[in-house]
């Protein structure tokens, strides 16, 4: 068997994140303190680049900025697509506190992907959500929230806003 024949895969190929192969400059807003009332927002630039990977049943996100205090900020998302469950999975790990993320789970519906899941912030449970909107592909925009109250109120404390860079266009650091 020729390990590079053109064998069908197992599963329709999922396309809801094909959106964000390639590499973005990434405009971020993030709040300054969570689900403290704050309302000071930071923010900052950094470059993002995204492939799929197990052939189209999930991909790799990574974000890198000098911006955020005194050392450079590698964050990446692996979202993985169960084709049982016909939705996505997200997990999320960076390179400070070196631990993978409990997961959200989702699906997308007319260009606007929606994740839920369970954390712990600053000491207490909490859900969270992502929305992924990918209506103008050319400039999604990701947003994080987190609900204190199971999910009565949300507080948005997380907005991404992606530029597709063109090709050879320098961005932020690698």
């Known amino acids: 068997m020729n390990a590079t024949s053109a064998r069908p895969m197992p599963h329709p190929v999922p396309r809801d994140f094909d959106f964000e192969f390639g590499r973005w400059r990434v405009h971020n807003e993030r709040l300054k303190s969570r689900l403290t009332g704050c309302r000071e927002w930071e923010r900052f630039e950094a470059v993002g680049q995204c492939h799929p990977i197990l052939g189209g049943m999930g991909n790799r996100e990574e974000l890198v900025t000098d911006e955020l205090g005194d050392t ?65 592909a050319g400039r999604p925009r990701w947003e994080q929230a987190f609900s204190p109250d199971a999910g009565a109120s949300w507080e948005t404390n997380w907005v991404m806003t992606f530029t597709r860079l063109a090709a050879g266009e320098a961005g932020a650091p690698r």
């Open 72 to 136: 450079r900020f590698i964050g990446t998302a692996l979202r993985l697509f169960n084709p049982s469950a016909q939705e996505w999975s997200i997990w999320w790990a960076d390179n400070r506190r070196g631990v993978l993320e409990p997961p959200v789970h989702g699906k997308f519906a007319d260009g606007i992907g929606t994740f839920h899941g369970d954390d712990v912030h600053a000491g207490r449970p909490v859900r969270v959500r992502f929305i992924w909107d990918a209506r103008d």
